[in-house]
C-alpha cells in the first residue's frame, strides 16, 4: 500500500468553526508533513513530524495546530480561520531516518481543499 | 542553501513533440533533485529523482531528466508529448538542517499540449 489518504476531500467552514483534517499512511513512514498550496503555487511547508515528534513548525499561526496519535495518523486542527487560509491542504509522508534517507521521496495524498467563508 | 529556479511559468507544446521543462539548482553540496507533477484537483506525484547513482535519470510515463554539474541543471525532457500530459510540473531539491530534511521548490512551470 504505497497510498496516502486524506479526509475529507472538500471543506467549507466559516470563522468561527472548528474543524479537523485528518491523514492516514500504512507504509510505515516515520516522518509527515502537512502542506499548504494557492493555486498554481508550490506546497509551502507547514508543519513535520519526525517519530511522532514535531520537529518542524514553520512559524504557522496558532489557529492551526497539528497532532500526530500514532506513527499512521496526522491531523490538523483548525479554529478561527480567515479566508486568506483557503487553499488546499497536503499532507505527505516519507520513509525517515538515516544517512540513506536524505533522498527519499515524499508521498502525497491527494489534499483536501478548504474554503472559509 | 539549496535551491532550484524553474525557468518558464508556461510551456505549450503540440501532442507528439518533444517536452524540455528547465530546472536549474543552486548548491554547495551535491544536491538530491526532484521532479513532481500535479494534474488538475489532485496532489503530488513523483515522477523522477536525481540520487547521485546515474546522471540520466529515467522515471514514469516516459519521463527523464539528465543532471549536468557543470550546467547545474536537471531539465525534464518527454520525447513525445501526450494530451494527457497537462499538468503542473515542480522540480525540488532537499535542505538539510540538523536532523531535519525540507523539500525547496521551485515555482513550477505549467504544461500545456495542444492537439
Known amino acids: 500500500d504505497t497510498e496516502v489518504t486524506q479526509t475529507p476531500k472538500h471543506l467549507v467552514m466559516g470563522m468561527t468553526n472548528k474543524k479537523s483534517l485528518k491523514c492516514e499512511q500504512h507504509?510505515?513512514?516515520?516522518?509527515m508533513y502537512w502542506y499548504k498550496q494557492k493555486a498554481k503555487k508550490p506546497p509551502e511547508l507547514m508543519f513535520v513530524y519526525s517519530y511522532e515528534k514535531l520537529s518542524i513548525n514553520e512559524s504557522v499561526p496558532s489557529r492551526f495546530s497539528p497532532e500526530c496519535p500514532n506513527s499512521s495518523l496526522l491531523n490538523l486542527h483548525l479554529h478561527a480561520l480567515q479566508p486568506e487560509d483557503s487553499a488546499l491542504y497536503l499532507c505527505?509522508?516519507?520513509?525517515?531516518?538515516?544517512?540513506?534517507?536524505?533522498?527519499?521521496?515524499?508521498?502525497f495524498g491527494p489534499g483536501t481543499r478548504l474554503t472559509v467563508l | 542553501a539549496q535551491s532550484v529556479t524553474q525557468l518558464g511559468s508556461h510551456v505549450s507544446v503540440s501532442e507528439g513533440a518533444l517536452v524540455l521543462l528547465r530546472c536549474n539548482y543552486s548548491s554547495s553540496v551535491p544536491p538530491y533533485l526532484f521532479w513532481y507533477v500535479q494534474y488538475p484537483n489532485q496532489g503530488l506525484q513523483l515522477l523522477l529523482k536525481?540520487?547521485?547513482?546515474a546522471t540520466l535519470v529515467k522515471g514514469i510515463n516516459g519521463f527523464e531528466a539528465e543532471f549536468k554539474k557543470s550546467e547545474t541543471s536537471f531539465h525534464l525532457t518527454k520525447p513525445s508529448a501526450h494530451m494527457s500530459d497537462a499538468a503542473e510540473y515542480f522540480c525540488?531539491?532537499?535542505?538539510?538542517?540538523?536532523?531535519?530534511?525540507?523539500?525547496?521548490w521551485g515555482l513550477g512551470t505549467s504544461l500545456a499540449v495542444n492537439p
Open positions: 507504509m510505515g513512514h516515520r516522518a
Open positions: 525540488a531539491v532537499i535542505r538539510n538542517a540538523g536532523n531535519n530534511r525540507k523539500l525547496i
Open positions: 505527505a509522508s516519507e520513509a525517515g531516518g538515516g544517512l540513506a534517507a536524505l533522498y527519499n521521496e515524499q508521498f
Open positions: 536525481y540520487t547521485s547513482a
